[in-house]
Structures are given as structure tokens and as C-alpha cells.
């Protein structure tokens, strides 16, 4: 997995979107984000830098809160809980905005390359092995888990409780993401 864009490419596009010609950085230029998220409605913005989270206002560009992760490839967000996964199989719940840890857990032996939540308690993760799996947020435990061909690089949930995966072959997946029944390749 590939770091997205430099922190301050980010916020010099932000800017630029804006109107404002002169770009700004928050943070270190130097820093590679592997994944982030925007919650425009509280203004803030997660950025995941592998081995820590930062959590910025990125309309005062104040550093609310950071905290230290371990090989986090992955991020997702909803209703104050942040969840990551990491280079060594585990899934991280963290309390948000205070980074408290609710829940670490290794659920796999390879990889685990994204993240997404389903709803409020359980989520779908890909691996580099090719599986889709949904975790219980609250135990860490796989409730159920589907086979691909070719490691899993992007997931989102769709409307309609649909589950989109897609891999490394160029393979693009939808499941029904209550039972996690395939639909279509």
C-alpha cells in the first residue's frame, strides 16, 4: 500500500479550492498520509500517518489531538468511533476525539488492507489475502468472512446495505453487506 498525498498537498488543495493562492501546511511536510477521513459537520479532519492519528480543525488548522498507532494502513469513522486496521492483521476501535482504545484485536495472519463500517457496530474489512470479512466492532470477532481472488484494496458501503469491494486483479464486488451475500462481479 502506497501513502495517498503529503499533508500539505492536502491542505494547499483545501486552500486553493478556496480561492486563496498561497497553499499552507499543517503538521510536518514531510508527512505521508495513508488514509483520511473529513467530517465536515464538526470540521475536523483524521489524518492516519501509519503510527499516529491526528485529528485537526481544519478550519482553525489547530492540532486537537494525536495519538500513536502501530502500522495502521486504514481508517473509517462513524458516531465518535474511528476504526483502523493494520500491517499486521489487527483492527483497532478507538473512542473519538479522545483516541481512547476501546478494542485491539489480530483477526488475521496477512495484512488487513481497509476499512469500512457496515452500521454503528459492525464493520467490513478486506486483506491482502483476498477476504472480506465482517467484525463485531464490540468483541473483535468475525462473524462472517467471503474468499476473493487477489488482495482487497478499496471497500465502501453503498446505499441499499451494499457492500463494493475491489482488488488488486481489477476485480470489482458487491455483497449485500446484512449477510454478506455476494450480488455481483
Known sequence: IKPIVMLSLLFGAIKFASGQTKPEVLGSPDAFIYDMKLIEEKQFLIANLGNT??????????????WRSSQILAIDYVNNKLAGVSKSGDIVIWSFPDGKEALQKNISDVPLTCVAWIDSVFL??????????????????????????????????????????????????????????????
Open 53 to 66: 492519528i491526528q485529528l485537526w480543525n481544519y478550519r482553525t488548522k489547530n492540532l486537537i489531538h494525536s
Open 124 to 185: 467490513a474489512v478486506g486483506s491482502e489475502n483476498g477476504d472480506v470479512m465482517k467484525v463485531n466492532s464490540i468483541t473483535g470477532d468475525i462473524v462472517s468472512r467471503m474468499s476473493n481472488r487477489g488482495a482487497i484494496t478499496a471497500l465502501t458501503k453503498g446505499q441499499d446495505n451494499n457492500l463494493v469491494t475491489g482488488n488488486a486483479i481489477g476485480v470489482i464486488s458487491v455483497y449485500d453487506a446484512r449477510d454478506m451475500r455476494l450480488h455481483y462481479t
